[in-house]
């Protein structure tokens, strides 16, 4: 599967062959494709993981400068793509210092490895930068605005990236699902299986994007070795209600049991920490400009959905 596009295998897999690829958070839910991906391109993946993983992923402790200084040096890599992060919104809404801690000195210790070992770096960043308040679609140079401590923590992390080397990217992304792990479009299939229906709002807007093609347009990131902040999703947005019902069809269930509410009825109910952009829409300006073209958010929908139904025991008939 080459999410990115047949035309982008070919040079992706020229130029990394024999190359060796640190992954952090190779134990995650990108990770489980970008190592991989990695390997299909000629690479050799060392996978970094906060705990020992499947493949034999190296523990490494992002918020331990020290560590990551020894292990990365240890894996003398050529390059490095830093996936690892505190992911959980509300978590980090809750844990500011923590979320800090592993998305904003993390990232700034990766960087500091990348620079004394010579290799290049790609950091994950996401959409949570901008504030979703009327500036969508999001170019690379719009101004960030976060509205969470998971938002600010992953600018310190990019602007740390950046500030250790000019020649570094950040890579931005949306709304990433797909793999064995909690997910949006797990939690669709799931909730309509067991409850028959559910509302979801309509006035939040983004970038749906599977962990599958996100690591096959890192690879292709990687070997055109771009600086700078790039936009990496599939193409197109979607409203969180529209992504439900279009994984409804994919699994064979009625789109009609998928009902639409607004976030304001949807925090009266069930209140959160954290304050969510309400359309961080990413365009892909330069990722298109350097040949790289996800395919649409739906067509990854049609194509991994049936999949995911079947492994929840439903037999998928896409609608």
């Given at each position: 599967?080459?999410?990115?596009g047949?035309t982008?295998?070919?040079?992706?897999?020229?130029?990394?062959?024999?190359?060796r690829?640190v992954?952090?958070?190779?134990?995650g839910?990108?990770?489980?494709?970008l190592?991989?991906a990695l390997?299909?391109?000629?690479?050799?993946?060392?996978g970094f993981?906060?705990?020992?993983?499947?493949g034999?992923?190296?523990?490494v402790?992002v918020?331990d400068?020290?560590?990551?200084?020894?292990?990365?040096?240890a894996?003398?890599p050529?390059a490095?793509?830093h996936?690892?992060a505190?992911?959980d919104v509300?978590?980090?809404?809750?844990?500011?210092?923590r979320?800090?801690?592993?998305?904003?000195?993390?990232?700034?210790?990766?960087?500091?490895?990348a620079?004394?070992?010579?290799?290049?770096l790609?950091?994950?960043?996401?959409?949570f930068?901008?504030?979703?308040?009327?500036g969508?679609?999001y170019?690379?140079d719009s101004?960030?605005?976060?509205?969470?401590?998971?938002?600010?923590?992953?600018?310190?992390?990019?602007?740390?990236?950046?500030?250790?080397s000019?020649?570094?990217?950040?890579?931005?992304?949306?709304?990433?699902w797909?793999g064995?792990?909690?997910h949006?479009?797990?939690?669709?299939?799931?909730?309509?299986?067991?409850r028959?229906?559910?509302?979801?709002?309509?006035?939040?807007?983004?970038?749906?994007?599977?962990a599958?093609?996100?690591?096959?347009?890192?690879?292709?990131?990687?070997?055109?070795?771009?600086?700078?902040i790039?936009?990496?999703?599939?193409?197109?947005?979607?409203?969180?209600f529209?992504l439900?019902r279009?994984?409804?069809v994919?699994?064979?269930?009625?789109?009609?049991?998928?009902?639409?509410?607004?976030?304001?009825?949807?925090?009266a109910?069930?209140?959160?920490?954290?304050?969510?952009p309400a359309?961080?829409?990413?365009?892909?300006t330069?990722?298109?400009?350097?040949?790289?073209?996800?395919?649409?958010?739906?067509?990854a929908v049609?194509?991994?959905?049936?999949?995911?139904?079947?492994?929840?025991?439903l037999?998928?008939?896409?609608?």
């Open positions: 599967m080459m999410g990115v047949s982008d295998a070919a040079p992706a897999a020229a130029s990394l062959r024999g190359m690829v992954v952090t958070g190779a134990g839910q990108l990770g489980g494709f190592v991989p390997a299909a391109a000629g690479a050799t993946p060392v993981g906060s705990r020992p993983g499947p034999g992923a190296v523990p402790d918020t400068e020290a560590a990551v200084l020894a292990a990365i040096a894996a003398r050529d490095v793509i996936a690892a505190y992911t509300d978590g980090c809404e809750r844990d500011p210092a979320a800090e801690a592993v998305n904003g000195a993390g990232s700034a210790h990766v960087a500091a490895a620079v004394a070992t010579g290799a290049h790609v950091a994950v960043g996401t959409d930068v901008f504030p979703g308040d009327g969508a679609p170019a690379e101004p960030p605005a976060p509205l969470s401590a998971y938002g600010a923590s992953k600018l310190s992390g990019e602007r740390a990236v950046l500030a250790a000019p020649g570094f990217a950040v890579a931005r992304t949306a709304w990433v797909g064995p792990g909690k949006f479009p797990r939690t669709v299939v799931r909730t309509l299986r067991d028959g229906e559910m509302e979801v709002v309509a006035d939040e807007t983004g970038c749906p994007t599977h599958g093609d996100l690591a096959d347009a890192l690879v292709a990131l990687l070997a055109v070795r771009a600086g700078g790039v936009h990496l999703t599939n193409a197109g947005r979607a409203t969180r529209a439900a279009a994984v409804a994919a699994a064979g269930l009625d789109p009609a049991s998928v009902r639409s509410t607004t976030t304001e009825a949807f925090l109910r069930y209140p959160l920490p954290a304050r969510r359309d961080s829409t990413l365009a892909n330069r990722a298109a400009g350097l040949g790289i073209r996800p395919r649409p958010w739906d067509e049609s194509a991994h959905v049936p999949a995911l139904a079947a492994e929840l025991g037999a998928a008939s896409p609608r």
